[in-house]
């Protein structure tokens, strides 16, 4: 059961440039949505992460930008860098009887060129 | 502060023979989780500890996979018998309570059945 839809499933940019990734969801009750980095031989870090109280949230050079009525949420990476270069995963959670769970996007490669 | 220690880092099996993978979570973290990921894909949630209490199960093939944490601390992953379909990488994270959203992750161990 795929709940968080995530795309593009592969991203080339050039230094300098900006890297944008777009997730989607299917349940209302979500309300947390991070974004999670991971390198090769990694595993997955927090990057950023965004409540649907608001519509966007900047960290450096990361930007979360959510849209609550069209159920999207999205990272933009500004001056994206070779050091950028990783799989990048968006996920949602919503808070349940015995905790919170998280769902996985299927994820995105990013390549930044020098 | 050490973080999500796991091992081994790689195992070769051939089917049918059993396998186990053992975490060690950040210290004061009382949620552990172990998830699978696919090749290409975002990790999947396996199992859930709050202290030395599964939480969630729900998506564990029990069938086949046992999962333990005695003392609420450290936690073993068992397959017996393994299957080709279980070739992946198997992750765990653990976060300071049950309701805490950021999860910190190992760096997996990356399971090959022959």
């Known amino acids: 059961q795929q709940q968080v839809k995530q795309s593009p499933q592969s991203l080339i940019v050039q230094k300098g440039g900006i890297s944008i990734i777009n997730c989607a969801y299917e349940?209302?009750?979500?309300?947390?949505f991070p974004w999670y980095q991971q390198f090769p031989g990694k595993g997955p870090a927090l990057l950023i992460a965004i409540r649907p109280d608001v519509s966007e949230k900047k960290e450096g050079r990361f930007t979360i930008s959510f849209n609550k009525s069209a159920k999207q949420f999205s990272l933009h990476i500004m001056d994206s860098q070779p050091g950028d270069s990783a799989t990048y995963f968006c996920a949602a959670s919503m808070e349940e009887t015995s905790g919170s769970r998280l769902t996985f996007g299927e994820g995105t490669q990013l390549t930044v060129n020098p | 502060e050490a973080g999500v220690v796991q091992s081994p880092r790689y195992k070769i099996i051939e089917k049918k023979q059993p396998v186990a993978f053992w975490c060690n979570p950040i210290?004061?973290?009382?949620?552990l989780y172990w998830y699978l990921q696919n090749l290409g894909q975002g990790p999947e949630l396996l199992i859930r500890?709050?202290?030395?209490?599964?939480?969630?199960d729900s998506q564990l093939p029990k069938d086949r996979f046992s999962a333990e944490r005695l003392k609420g601390v450290d936690s073993t992953l068992k397959i017996q018998p393994a299957e080709l379909g279980d070739s992946a990488v198997y992750l765990c994270a653990s976060s300071l309570d049950v309701w805490g959203n950021e999860q910190f992750f190992g760096p997996g161990t990356r399971l090959t059945v022959l």
């Open positions: 500890y709050e202290n030395e209490e599964a939480v969630d």
């Open positions: 349940n209302t009750a979500f309300d947390y």
């Open positions: 210290s004061g973290h009382n949620t």
